[in-house]
């Protein structure tokens, strides 16, 4: 069966594991050869391999995504795997909790370093091939926290808000050359077997009463929404920001 989105190449960053993860197996699953990509070698071969026992294409390469350079190595080495990106999902992060005055430079530098740079390069690195091809689509994941801001987290919740940014100034710049650009907001995530795990929990009920949607989600939910805004289906969506956060940007 054919897909929108079959004999694409995807570079998915972050996707080792969580929603990451989640994102590479569906758009395997939906044809896209996916260029897995994170810091652990062992949780890249696995990806891989689990991806490939299951139908799909997929390789691995490795990048911590902590400068300019070895974001555009990432860039260089994902593009030689099959000559050309024609999907990239920028959904590495970092999320450390800290106020004001207790995030540290080297915390702030970390947090913007992989959240707001690395898209920054990949996309300088990667957007000109899709614009001489007429065509392609980059999926940023943000968080619901870029708009109400969380306090606790500053750093991690500023970065997003510049991310969003970029979607915007991205959409307004690429989006006549063919190439889409939109976000994936998030809201509070927690895999299947953690959920099962909590069920029951006290805490667990008080975490989710004041969502509408009275639950976490699913990582598969967001990378469903990725995997949408990647395709054809979307190919009039531009600079569009989907909240996929069973309401928490609500409350």
Do not use: C
Request: glycine share 10%.
């Amino acid at each position: 069966m054919t897909t929108p989105l079959n004999g694409k190449t995807a570079l998915v960053t972050g996707s080792t594991s969580g929603i990451g993860r989640a994102i590479a197996d569906v758009l395997a699953d939906r044809g896209v050869h996916v260029i897995v990509s994170g810091r652990s070698a062992e949780r890249g071969a696995q990806a891989v391999a689990e991806i490939r026992e299951a139908g799909g294409k997929a390789d691995f390469v490795q990048a911590d995504l902590s400068s300019a350079d070895s974001t555009r190595a990432l860039a260089q080495h994902a593009r030689s795997v099959t000559g050309r990106i024609d999907i990239l999902v920028n959904n590495a992060g970092v999320f450390p909790e800290g106020a004001t005055t207790e995030t540290t430079e080297e915390v702030f530098d970390a947090v913007y370093n992989t959240n707001v740079k690395a898209p920054l390069f990949l996309v300088a690195e990667l957007v000109p091939g899709m614009v001489e091809r007429g065509g392609g689509a980059i999926v940023n994941v943000s968080s619901f926290v870029a708009d109400k801001a969380a306090p606790d987290r500053i750093a991690y919740s500023s970065s997003k808000a510049a991310l969003d940014n970029l979607t915007k100034a991205w959409a307004k710049q690429y989006g006549p050359s063919g190439v889409r650009v939109n976000s994936v907001a998030p809201g509070p995530v927690l895999s299947e077997e953690i959920q099962a795990a909590a069920a029951g929990d006290p805490r667990t009920a008080a975490a989710v009463a004041h969502l509408p949607a009275r639950r976490f989600g699913l990582p598969r939910e967001i990378a469903e929404a990725v995997a949408y805004l990647a395709s054809e289906d979307a190919a009039f969506v531009h600079g569009a920001f989907l909240s996929v956060d069973g309401g928490a940007s609500l409350v």
